[in-house]
């Protein structure tokens, strides 16, 4: 069965909804990990909760990004864990993190990526006046939200919405997106192409 780690920041719905989705059997895995930066997050409650182990590990106590995301890769490969799922991970991860998990870390961005990249996805879409918003769900790379993209969803963005009420409609979607992602992940379903040294990467999801 998929072993998952989540990594989280904040309020933790995104991770409702896999620990929600994995107890209606609607998804094949199990979350071996959570892990805060925050120790205050409401995620980890939520962990808790579901019977999950968590784990803080503030970024403050380190001296580098190196030195933190070292820590959390100890803190995964102990619970033996083998994809990493970012679900409101407020920091950049480095090759060190990476690379011991070779495009096995997943972020879900709540903006139609290339657009919207970093905070506030839905701030920008708005000050932009964009029609269409959205979530995507993306391997992660170095860059911030520049990974191959697993899956995108689209939602109007209507003339009366202001950051919360957008925030909430693309909210909506990604726990739908994220989860149906997973799914896929859970089935060895999805592939990494690369086509040519210079391409970029892409995903494909096989039928
Ligand atoms: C989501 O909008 C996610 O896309 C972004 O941070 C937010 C986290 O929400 N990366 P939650 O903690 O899962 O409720």
């Known amino acids: 069965?998929?072993?998952?780690?989540?990594?989280?920041?904040?309020?933790?719905?995104?991770?409702?909804a896999i620990l929600d989705a994995i107890a209606e059997r609607a998804l094949a895995a199990e979350v071996g990990l959570v892990v805060s930066n925050k120790p205050a997050a409401r995620a980890l409650d939520r962990a808790r909760k579901a019977g999950v182990d968590t784990a803080v590990v503030s970024h403050r106590d380190y001296a580098s990004r190196e030195a933190f995301d070292a820590a959390l890769v100890e803190a995964?490969?102990?619970?033996?864990?083998?994809?990493?799922?970012?679900?409101?991970?407020?920091r950049l991860l480095t090759r060190t993190f990476l690379e011991s998990f070779p495009w096995r870390v997943i972020n879900i961005h709540p903006a139609l990526l290339p657009a919207f990249v970093g905070v506030d996805a839905q701030k920008q879409a708005l000050d932009y006046g964009v029609k269409i918003a959205g979530?995507?769900?993306?391997?992660?790379?170095?860059g911030t939200d520049t990974g191959p993209i697993v899956a995108q969803r689209a939602v109007p963005v209507l003339d009366d919405d202001d950051v919360e009420s957008l925030r909430a409609r693309i909210l909506k979607v990604e726990h739908a997106l994220l989860v149906e992602s997973l799914g896929w992940i859970a089935q060895g379903r999805l592939e990494i192409l690369q086509q040519g040294p210079e391409a970029r990467p892409k995903v494909v999801v096989r039928p």
Not at 3 to 14: A, E, F, I, K, P
Not at 76 to 90: H, K
């Open 135 to 142: 979530a995507t769900v993306h391997l992660v790379d170095q």
């Open 76 to 90: 995964f490969a102990r619970a033996n864990v083998e994809w990493v799922v970012l679900a409101g991970f407020m």
């Open 1 to 16: 069965m998929l072993r998952l780690g989540v990594l989280v920041s904040g309020n933790g719905t995104n991770l409702q």
